[in-house]
């Protein structure tokens, strides 16, 4: 798919860059170029007059779309293009740095290579679900269904491993890429609440209000996250961890923007939600354990803790009062909840893994 946009330099420049490194040099000498791209003075017109200037980043970019999606699935591929594509998404939130930051945010340049990855990326994400079997469900059953299964899931072999075994170590690992969105918490939520009035959106908006301590910056959830990392003298800055997250876990977080930026994919993004509100309790449990068996303070858990006050509530309004709602107003198009429902758990058991094994290598190190 990627091979129908138009990128002419890729194939003419670029190609001897190649031959002297090896594959992490150019995806990590690739996004130096992207970041510094990012900070160029109306980025499109200076591309028209010197196009070389991104020449070796769209080398990297066919490269690696080719690499993560049509061969063996390599995983530092997978890490060079979610990382680009967040670099791109973030710009849709703001940070309270440098407005200048934000001169690009609407350059066709960006938005054509953000176009190129998703486009490739999600042919290969849906491939992973069969679409047909969810369009023949009873969607709202099937909604009923799924989330009495993962308010209990079992108790997987990640899960028992946090649970029994990670140590201190593991566990400030564990809030490093936690941090990723634990500091940010709910910000994507928010792209999706404008429109008109109606008991779904109200419940929704309830949702973002409670992620934001009901306007109160000391209850804010991202307030709590910051406490625990606070008690272990780490960084607080939001992406301060960044390059220690896995591309699974950023993978999620573009899924997010991509579903709350297409007001298409309402259905997809609803769906997701309610999976992640009616799963979050139980992984906030293992974690909660943890840190009970390590003897922590409770400033040192207590964001997880009033995860699972609130996300078990609202889990419950997720189906109730938006899924079920939805498939009843939109009936030809109710399956699309469950696609974002099966997505979102897929995504997140993904992620998950991830999350566990860089655990293990950094106390396998430490």
């Known amino acids: 798919m990627h091979n129908s946009v138009t990128l002419p330099r890729i194939q003419s420049e670029g190609q001897n860059y190649?031959?002297?490194?090896?594959?992490?040099?150019?995806?990590?000498?690739?996004?130096?170029?992207?970041?510094?791209?990012?900070?160029?003075?109306?980025?499109?017109?200076?591309?028209?007059?010197?196009?070389?200037?991104?020449?070796?980043?769209?080398?990297?970019?066919?490269?690696?779309?080719?690499?993560?999606?049509?061969?063996?699935?390599?995983?530092?591929?997978?890490?060079?293009?979610?990382?680009?594509?967040?670099?791109?998404?973030?710009?849709?939130?703001?940070?309270?740095?440098?407005?200048?930051?934000?001169?690009?945010?609407?350059?066709?340049?960006?938005?054509?290579?953000?176009?190129i990855i998703e486009t490739a990326w999600q042919k290969w994400e849906l491939a992973q679900i069969d679409v047909d079997a969810l369009q023949k469900l009873d969607v709202k059953q099937a909604l009923i269904d799924r989330v009495a299964y993962d308010l209990n899931p079992e108790i997987s072999e990640g899960s028992r491993y946090i649970r029994e075994e990670m140590s201190v170590e593991g566990y400030k690992h564990l809030l490093a890429i936690g941090s990723f969105d634990g500091l940010v918490e709910g910000s994507r939520l928010s792209r999706i609440l404008g429109g008109t009035a109606n008991p779904i959106q109200c419940t929704l908006v309830k949702v973002l209000l409670e992620e934001y301590g009901n306007g109160r910056f000391n209850r804010k959830h991202s307030t709590f996250f910051a406490a625990m990392l606070n008690e272990f003298g780490m960084n607080t800055e939001p992406e301060g961890y960044f390059d220690l997250v896995p591309w699974e876990v950023l993978a999620s977080a573009?899924?997010?923007?991509?579903?709350?930026?297409?007001?298409?994919?309402?259905?997809?993004?609803?769906?997701?939600?309610?999976?992640?509100?009616?799963?979050?309790?139980?992984?906030?449990?293992?974690?909660?354990?943890a840190a009970q068996r390590l003897n922590l303070s409770d400033a040192a858990m207590g964001y997880w803790e009033l995860h699972i006050r609130e996300d078990e509530r609202h889990g419950q309004w997720m189906l109730d009062d938006v899924a079920l709602p939805l498939a009843e107003l939109y009936p030809n198009n109710a399956w699309e909840l469950l696609l974002g429902y099966d997505q979102e758990k897929l995504m997140g058991e993904r992620a998950a893994q991830a999350v566990v094994d860089s655990i293990r290598q950094a106390e396998a190190i430490s």
Do not use: M
């Not at 923007?257 to 009616?278: C, D, M, P």
């Open 18 to 115: 190649c031959q002297d490194a090896t594959l992490s040099d150019i995806y990590d000498s690739a996004e130096k170029q992207f970041i510094q791209l990012l900070a160029v003075e109306n980025l499109d017109k200076q591309l028209n007059i010197e196009p070389k200037i991104a020449s070796e980043f769209e080398y990297a970019l066919f490269s690696a779309l080719t690499a993560a999606y049509e061969g063996a699935e390599d995983n530092r591929a997978h890490r060079f293009l979610q990382r680009i594509l967040y670099r791109i998404n973030r710009l849709y939130l703001f940070w309270y740095d440098d407005l200048q930051n934000y001169d690009n945010e609407r350059s066709l340049y960006l938005q054509r290579i953000r176009n």
């Open 254 to 289: 573009n899924h997010n923007f991509l579903t709350t930026e297409r007001k298409r994919y309402y259905l997809r993004y609803s769906g997701a939600l309610t999976y992640f509100e009616v799963a979050g309790p139980s992984a906030y449990r293992n974690y909660l354990t």
